[in-house]
């Protein structure tokens, strides 16, 4: 190795540990997340020195196989390039980087069945799922598509010479829209992604807010516009959780405040060297280019051809042009240090692309303090917040902590607070994970609850390790790395439901989407199917519920009763009644109602009396629909359908 080799800073030894840790033990697909401008390069670099087989390390543009070839050059090792673009289709080395559409294109090159390790850089650009199904929505569908259906590809190909074939991807942003986190298990002990991602594990993760404290990237610094922005609210992603360009240009195209916008960024950059603005669709950008000093300004777009852009990437990289403007295509794959000012012309439909955007600006620079970055769009992201799974349900929730009554972690889930209290939250599953020990613990007779579930199972793949060239004691030294990495495999996930649908014939719990029941495999009936066969039945009663009153009173008796009562829109109601004065009545009350109306599932309220109960009413959700049977002079309250998503708005149109 050459005495001018790169020195890895802690955390990228640490990253590098634990993937030699995690593929020492398991097959299974891998993730390393470092944040844009912390050195994944150089992570790669190592990796492939240590290495003992052969690695073909895949990029989706020349930019970055560039990049990633120069880094492992520095160490004063020889490797192959296989890229058209870069006008070399080299493959005899024992370490390859290439672009994957060329590497798709010449597959017979890699067809030998020596390849031990391949690392995909930006690994969130594709859409595998677990078995190698592939799934939709990216930059745009096609796009997507096309890049998942390379990339299956080349794994099938290196996987049909070598099953056990290591794979490990790397990203500053592990989520796709619309599609949540794209692994299943974080070595911190929780799941984070679907159960069929292709990815198993995140085996090491860089916090943002970490690389800034200890003066690995620049401080962003956001101002979010005061006087001149533009209204985006009342735009609706399209299904692939993208904004439709003819409506993005309804908001941008001729808007008056575009002239204040450029005026307000030139000002603000006024003692600045670099800056990045992000447009909305082209016809905004070349706008916003005629705004700009035309001697010191440039435009790139998808349309740019190949040499135009080279020419002004490099011109904007020496310093000779101050302002680029791009539209969708410099979020990654773009190395300026020297970028100090970020404005933000467009809505980001996820954090994880305002990241990726902000990220172009976070790289240490001499003489560069901070990265400003000046939002003119209102963009909701907090940069170093987390990504919840599921989308925002509404602008008023933020991320809050659920702790699960079962395992005690610590979930994180839209919601909302009162004060420190959290009142709501639209969590599902308990996202921690147990050692298999403790999960068939938990499901033997005596435990809190029977949860087993077939689905919660993950295969704890074994396999050859990748191999390393480091000593003995260089690997022992990576215990702490090795534990982390390694044992989320050895783990399964929490079955406590915070929301949940039960199966009528085995009365198991499964997910409100589920279509047939995870423990005894029976078709679950459809909540229309279900108001259907009441309404046809002659002493039955089905309301469409628009209120829920909760009332502490006394039944017929003069006994002490909490009376829940359910309003439809015509006015017509329905009861229930729970008595609260002895410890089994509120044991009843807490399973049998609270478990399926707190808004937020899961926490330790349970109220003392009728009372508490209803003055505490904001804490609990009315049901969709509600389904009664007569019973003698009385109707008693039976199914409650919760989380509709059904066709019907009234149980009348169900009937009909």
Known sequence: MSANAPQ??????QAVDNVIAHFRGSDDPAVVVLPTG?????????????????????????????????????????????????????????????SVQSVVNGLEAFAAGDFTLLVIDECHRVALRHGGAESETQTSAAERARASSSYAQVIARLRQARPNLKILGLTATPYRLGEGFLYHRHYHGMVKGPEDAFFRDCVFEQPLRVMVRQGYLAEPRRLDAALAFYDFSQLTAQRNGQFAERDLNGVVQGNRATPQIVADVIERARDREGVMIFAATVAHAEEVLGLLPAEASALVTGATPGPERERLIAAFKARELKYLVNVAVLTTGFDAPHVDVIAILRPTESVGLYQQIVGRGLRLSPGKRDCLVLDYAGNPWDLYA????????????????????????ANTFWGKRDGELVIEHHGRRCQGLLSTRDAVDRAQPGAQDDRSNPEASAGVGVGVGVGANESRGAASGANKGEGAASGASNKVQCT????????????????????????????????????????????????????????????????????????????????????????AQRHVFARVFLRQHLRAPGSDWQPASAEEAAAEAHRLRAPDFVIARK??????LGEKLFDYAGRYRTAEAAGG
Not at 8 to 13: A, N
Not at 63 to 71: C, G, I, Y
Not at 386 to 409: A, L, N
Not at 631 to 636: A, C, N, P, Q, V
């Open 8 to 13: 890895l800073r802690p955390y990228q030894t």
């Open 38 to 98: 912390s050195g994944k390069s150089l992570v790669i670099a190592e990796l492939a020195r240590r290495a003992r087989g052969r690695v073909l390390v895949l990029a989706h543009v020349r930019e970055l196989v560039e990049q990633n070839h120069a880094k492992y050059l520095a160490y004063g090792l020889e490797a192959d390039i296989f890229s058209a673009g870069l006008k070399r289709k080299e493959s005899a080395r024992q370490v390859v980087f290439g």
């Open 386 to 409: 987390p990504e919840i799974d599921q989308v925002r349900p509404d602008s008023e929730s933020e991320p809050v902590q659920v702790e699960c009554p079962e395992c005690g972690f």
């Open 496 to 583: 406590f439901r915070f929301r949940f649908k039960v199966c009528e014939q085995c009365g198991g719990e499964n997910d409100i989407a589920a279509r047939a029941c995870g423990h005894c495999g029976e078709r679950l009936v459809d909540p229309d199917d279900k108001l259907r066969d009441a309404l046809k039945l002659k002493h039955a009663k089905v309301l469409r519920v628009s209120g829920m009153q909760l009332q502490a009173t006394t039944n017929g008796r003069g006994v002490p009763r909490l009376k829940v009562t359910y309003h439809d829109e015509d006015g017509d109601t329905l009861d229930e009644w729970f008595g609260l004065e002895t410890r």
């Open 631 to 636: 019973s003698g002079r009385y109707w008693r």
